[in-house]
């Protein structure tokens, strides 16, 4: 029988080991060459300690007035039919402090005011004083809300939190009409608990959705002082970067106050749009 011979043996090892060589690199070349990029998990826009946003928001109005003096009661003045108020742009300012992971201090101030001219196509009675049909008015109308709360986020993850919202209001809103005959105005103000309850899902990194539902009905223990109110708000963020970020969102705010029998029932909503900076 023949045997190989030694360098043939020799020639077949060297082969097996140059295959046995591309077997072994070939995945590591294809790995370095086409494997995915790792995916970022982590939330842009919560590493701040001071947030500070800027809205603008053209609502839809929908409401009445009524003001008594004198004993004479007043008629309910809707805004649009009988005043002629329309959609108008408002700006609104949020400001939250955070020292903490879970917890959150907010400040918001909304300031609405609406003015009008136009011809009553109906004689109404407001502040003990009538104005009959026909007669030329200018009307303002001005609701202004400062919102100072708390917010305790009791479930916080890195794509998102849940959270309770407790806050004071100070509501105030002033009517007037002035006309050749008569110039009246009312004003109603004071402060106004709240609770509620907030959340915010990224459903990427940079793009988060947040949803806020506070609002609160004042127990019918004085027929003097009756209020209550409800404001929802769903947003969402993009963020640029941890520092920026730019907002859309849409608000409804409703608000009932009966104080001494001048009333004011009010219903605001709409589409907003904003920014974000925070540090």
């Known amino acids: ?23 072994g690199l070939a995945p590591a070349t294809s790995q370095a060459q086409y494997s995915a990029p790792e995916l970022r998990t982590e939330a842009i826009g919560e590493k701040y300690h001071v947030e500070l ?12 007035i009524s003001s008594e003096q004198f004993g004479i009661a007043g008629d309910e003045i809707d805004f649009q039919s009988d005043l002629g108020f329309k959609r108008t742009r408002f700006k609104d300012l949020r400001i939250v402090l955070r020292p903490g992971q879970k917890h959150r201090f907010r400040i918001q101030y909304t300031p609405v005011l609406y003015t009008a001219e136009t011809t009553l196509n109906r004689s109404v009675v407001f502040n003990g004083q009538l104005y009959p049909v026909s007669l030329p008015i200018q009307s303002t109308f001005g609701w202004k809300v400062w919102r100072v709360g708390y917010e305790y986020d009791f479930y916080y993850s890195p794509r998102g939190f849940v959270g309770v919202l407790v806050e ?38 940079e793009v988060a959705i947040n949803f806020e539902l506070s609002g609160f009905k004042v127990p019918d223990v004085d027929q003097d002082y009756k209020a209550n109110y409800f404001d929802w708000d769903i ?9 920026v970020g730019l907002q859309v969102g849409w608000r409804r ?7 001494e029998n001048d009333i004011g029932d009010t219903k605001f909503q709409g589409m907003w749009f904003g920014g974000v900076v925070r540090y």
């Open 1 to 23: 029988m023949r045997h190989p011979t030694p360098r043939l043996s020799r020639r077949w090892f060297g082969f097996a080991l140059g295959v046995m060589a591309i077997i």
């Open 53 to 64: 946003a800027g809205t603008l928001w053209t609502p839809s109005l929908f409401g009445v």
């Open 168 to 205: 004071a209001r100070f509501t105030e809103l002033t009517a007037e009409l002035r006309s050749l005959i008569a110039d009246e105005s009312t004003l109603a103000k004071g402060p106004l608990p709240a609770i509620g309850g907030v959340g915010r899902v990224y459903i990427l990194p």
């Open 235 to 243: 947003h969402g963020t993009f963020n640029v970067n941890n520092y």
């Open 253 to 259: 705010m409703t608000t009932f106050l009966n104080i």
